[in-house]
């Protein structure tokens, strides 16, 4: 896993030496070729965990930043207009993610998703209290997002 | 054509810098105002430093803009949640709509549970 | 050029407006914690000010103090709110 990044950075560093231009695009350039390289030389092994791992980590902040603006366009239609729509309520969130880091992460991403905001934790790092702006119903929202964003990071962490 | 993709940008992240003081301005509920405010400055200004990264052909730059974009990221969750925390500690009201609050529950216990529990919580945060 | 004059009438005066707006919020403020998050909302408007100033003046150095801002923003709230704690608990 590690030996495979590591490989990937270096590939990465001899494309920009040998092209001589140290900018951002031509280092994705490179790190893209020599994943693709690393891809195709390591097919026959069966540790393949990096290979799964960098593109669904790609696919993870693409649909983040989707979220992100799609949510913040309903919020800022809900700030211009003068009638008030949401529903605002604190509720309890059971935890799947057990490590801090995990929980770290999970946290930081639900308070930047617009319209939630993680309030607190209960001692027993079990649960967490969110605050959330549009709730229909608590149920659908706590399978909403336990079918979108921690699953979704749960699978790129473990 | 650099022009116009860098006004546009940069007109969508002033818009949301501006939705955010707006927010903070009309929401009802101090919860309401810090859960509008926070993302979408973050978000504006975001966008705005994505424009000084493209407008400068420049690495160091690019890697200033990169490193100010991932320490907002970094850090604006955990004040928001620092001064939520606080905020609900402490008792400021929310708005009548507020339907549902299971958090209300604890902090009842916790008032409750006597000195006992309150040492518990002390020592955590101390470090 | 035309980017120049863009930036100045209508960038510059958007973010100006957004600092008046969230001016009167934090003199209006009726608990404390509105008023540090109002004072948090100012300095985050402060770097992007800063950020659309530099492009303006294509100077990429001002970049630097934003970036100083970046940190301390998140000082201030955090200590404030560690007093607000300490100051319930007496």
Partial sequence: ?158 | MTSILIAIVSTIGSLAILFASIGILRMPDFYLRLSVTVKASTLGVGLLLACAAYVFPDASVTTKALSIVFFLILTTPVAAHMIGRTAYHTGVAKWKGTFIDELDDLSDKKEDGSPDNQDHAAPNREI | MTLNLYFDYVIFPILTVTVILVFIRLFKGPELVDRVVALDLLITIGIALITVYSIRSAEAIFLDVAMIFALIAFLGTIAFSFYLDKQEKK
């Fill in chain 1, 1 to 158: 896993m590690i030996k495979h990044f590591l490989m990937n950075l270096l590939l990465s560093f001899i494309w920009v030496a040998l092209t001589g231009s140290l900018y951002y695009s031509n280092f994705l350039f490179g790190f893209l070729i020599g994943f693709f390289i690393l891809w195709l030389m390591n097919r026959q092994e069966t540790d393949q965990r990096y290979f799964n791992r960098i593109p669904k980590t790609i696919g993870f902040i693409l649909y983040f930043l989707y979220d992100i603006i799609v949510a913040n366009i309903q919020v800022a239609y809900d700030v211009i207009t003068p009638k008030y729509f949401f529903t605002p309520g604190i509720i309890c969130y059971p935890l799947d993610a057990t490590s801090d880091m995990e929980i770290n992460l999970l946290s930081t991403i639900i308070s930047l998703s617009p319209g939630t905001l993680v309030l607190d934790i209960s001692e027993d790092k079990k649960s967490l209290y969110i605050h959330v702006m549009y709730l229909k119903d608590k149920e659908i929202f706590i399978a909403q997002m336990k079918n979108g964003f921690e699953k979704k990071l749960l699978e790129i962490l473990r």
